[in-house]
């Protein structure tokens, strides 16, 4: 950013440390002026020149959203960045909702995601001080009353026709890894990934194709006091069965033909970050007892060695496959199935979360733009009403596909979806050849057994008994199905 580009940035927080990071780490790019006190950074914001105020949430005397509060009465164009804690996210997604804040970064914040909300936020102050502004001269020069209300109109119009792609809205919902959304659903999930990250304990990430579950095992990775070291992933059905264990443990020079040299695991590259097993449904009967012992005891040796090997290392598994089912079947050790099992994360289709879909279209949308150097920045509500009638099977990922497919064949800057996109017949075709799977059948004679019961689920006429399960029992395929009262 060029010097005579430098903005000024407000920064205020009670601890002088952060003060401290922050004005060393941002003045390369902006002009910080920095203060602990709020009350003072409420008289220094009103002055026209500073572009962005961010602000630490819990301070003592004034807290942030009281501040942003205060600010929006007075210069309602000034755009407010909160820092906050995890726990206060309730209260900053009912700012935003309200129109109060013009995004979040949780703390402790990324230098990159933060340097990027703050240019976002600059561009978003020069727009508002440029309405600002046309609206004063519509009122002092009434020659061009006529020709401003022409050009309001017009745009209007615009407005009630199409769904303009606005970077900011887009900002408040963006996630480590390209996680976006702002339905229940999804901050369901964002929950309990954070709870698990700050553990040490495995997560299994359960959901169907597509549904992004490797993005999420970045984010638990990302969130854990493991983030500094390495995330090793890798996708056991991609592997063939002869070469699995190879890939995992390691093996010596010599161990079997082919074996030139020494080859270091997964396991051992892990040693210290995160190891992503995805597809973990996938994994020979004849290796997963190597994956328990390296799970239990945190040693192995490699294909051809003798020497253990010790690791620290991270599980994040993931699977679109029935676990418990795949147990009931032989074809998995329960065993490991416990083992991998201590918190198990279920991921909602996109057909689950469709109050997503319009976020996810802008951005895949922009994130082509980045990449083509075309330039689409409209979405017609006609195209957004299109996708929304589908049901996505093929989730996320298939989506991404249909944006990409549409960004490339549409024109004039809007994107278009074309005749070759028939969400009634795909929507038809899904319903006729897709048999249901057990999970949903289960959770459906659930919901209508609890329901027949007013969701009572102890005691004689509760729905354990009707079942004839324990109520624990009931209660722990409740919390795996997603089963919650309304």
């Known amino acids: 950013m060029r010097k005579d580009l430098m903005m000024k940035v407000l920064y205020v927080d009670d601890e002088p440390d952060n003060l401290i990071t922050f004005k060393m780490g941002f003045r390369k790019w902006f002009e910080v002026i920095v203060t602990s006190n709020p009350e003072e950074a409420r008289q220094i914001a009103q002055k026209p020149e500073v572009s962005v105020l961010v602000t630490d949430q819990r301070m003592p005397g004034m807290t942030g959203l009281q501040l942003a509060g205060k600010l929006s009465k007075i210069r309602p164009e000034l755009p407010v960045i909160m820092l906050t804690a995890y726990d206060d996210r309730d209260v900053m997604l009912e700012a935003i909702r309200l129109g109060g804040v ?34 004063t001269r519509l009122t002092r020069k009434n020659e061009e009353l006529e020709k401003a209300y022409a050009e309001i109109l017009q745009m209007k119009k615009k407005l009630e026709e199409e769904n303009v792609l606005i970077k900011e809205d887009l900002n408040q919902f963006i996630r480590p890894g390209e996680i976006v959304g702002k339905s229940k659903a999804l901050v369901k999930v964002l929950k309990q990934i954070h709870q698990a990250a700050e553990t040490n304990s495995s997560v299994l990430l359960l959901g169907e194709t597509g549904t992004g579950k490797e993005l999420f095992a970045r984010l638990v990775h990302k969130l854990s006091n ?142 082509l733009n980045r990449k083509t150097g075309k330039k689409i920045d409209t979405v017609p509500r006609s195209t957004l009403s299109i996708l929304m009638d589908y049901h996505w099977p093929g989730n996320i990922r298939e989506l991404s596909n249909v944006v990409e497919r549409a960004h490339i064949l549409s024109e004039d800057g809007k994107l278009v979806v074309g005749e070759w996109f028939k969400p009634g017949v795909n929507q038809a075709q899904y319903r006729t050849n897709t048999v249901p799977t057990l999970d949903e059948v289960t ?22 008994n009707l079942l004839g399960l324990n109520p624990s029992t009931l209660e722990s395929r409740m919390k795996k199905l997603g089963i919650m009262r309304p």
């Open 226 to 367: 493991r983030r500094d070291n390495l995330l090793v992933s890798i996708n056991c059905s991609a592997i063939p069965e002869t070469l699995i264990e190879s890939e995992l443990f390691g093996h010596e020079k010599g161990a079997f033909s082919g074996a030139l040299n020494t080859k270091h695991g997964r396991f051992e590259i892990a040693n210290g970050g995160t190891l992503f097993l995805d597809e973990i449904g996938e994994l020979p009967l004849a290796v997963q007892p190597k994956l328990l012992r390296v799970l239990q005891e945190y040693e192995f040796e490699r294909v051809g060695g003798n020497k253990t090997i010790k690791t620290d290392f991270r599980l994040v598994t993931a699977t679109n496959r029935n676990l418990e089912d795949a147990v009931g079947k032989g074809r998995f050790r329960d065993d490991l199935f416990y083992r991998l099992n201590i918190f198990p994360v279920e991921i909602p289709p996109l057909r689950e979360r469709m109050e997503d879909l319009p976020l996810l279209v802008r951005f895949f949308v922009e994130k």
């Open 102 to 135: 013009f995004g979040y970064v949780l703390k402790p914040w990324d230098f990159d995601e933060l340097k990027q909300v703050i240019q976002n936020a600059i561009q978003t102050c020069h727009l508002r001080q440029e309405n600002k502004e046309l609206v």
């Open 443 to 464: 959770r459906k004679h659930i919901v209508k057994t609890l329901e027949s019961v007013g969701w009572r689920v102890r005691g004689d006429k509760g729905a354990a």
